[in-house]
């Protein structure tokens, strides 16, 4: 039975085969059966799902993406921008990303899950690694429409293992640690602005300061990213900038 049927077909193919059923009881069973099936129908939908990962390591990975279809190879990652969409099946069976360069003993890859709620219109999924999970990986999942990503707005995330501030013309704002995801809209015409990052515990120590040009025409996602030598207090930010008149 095809999910986009009109209900009321639906109905009048369940009357036909129910003459026998007492008139008091018909409408009650009816109901039930209608709100069965359009129930089911909305159980599996389809989402088109991009993907980013932190680093060129992670997108140099053999890595799949698994829903009730089976699993695809995601043969575009790339660290500086969005692969392409990937059209997946949303319902009862999670959405996994999937080690295909790992194998746990069972000889079935190692896999991790991914979280795309139906209010979503444009998930993204952020990969970050993680070598404390058999798949080497951790996932988090962003909504990526210009509605709930406006153009003109930087999106913050922290890779770090600390609560961090930021500093901009418009004020000072936290990000929580840990993958953590905090927007700032930065409204008005082109123009250049400050940024800073400092330590929550530490405000006198600036852990990144530069001056970046703000174009409305453009959204920015920013991972704040902590050096791999601890001695290292500053912070680097890899920007994967995107452009509203490239994409109209």
Known sequence: MNCSENPNNLLKMITSHSSTFASRVRPILLTSA???????????????????????????????IQDSKGITELKDLNAKKRSKAYTCEIGETPLTLVALDRQRPNDKPSSVEVT??????APLVLIFPNED????MRAIVVEDSSTGFPWGTLRFVNTTDKPLMIRNEKGT???????????????????????????????????????????PNLRKLIFIVAAEDTAIKELTLEIIPQDKRSSE
């Open 173 to 215: 704002a936290p990000i929580a640690e840990s993958m953590a995801v905090a927007d700032i809209a930065i409204e008005g015409d082109a123009r250049n602005m400050g940024i800073q990052l400092f330590s929550e515990s530490e405000p006198d120590e600036i852990l990144y300061s530069a001056v970046w040009e703000h174009d």
């Open 34 to 64: 209608v709100l069965a099936v359009i129930g089911f129908c909305n159980v599996i939908q389809a989402a088109s799902v991009r993907f980013v990962p932190l680093s060129p390591e992670v997108a140099s990975r053999k890595i799949g």
């Open 116 to 121: 795309v709620t139906p209010d979503m219109k």
């Open 133 to 136: 999970d058999p798949s080497g």
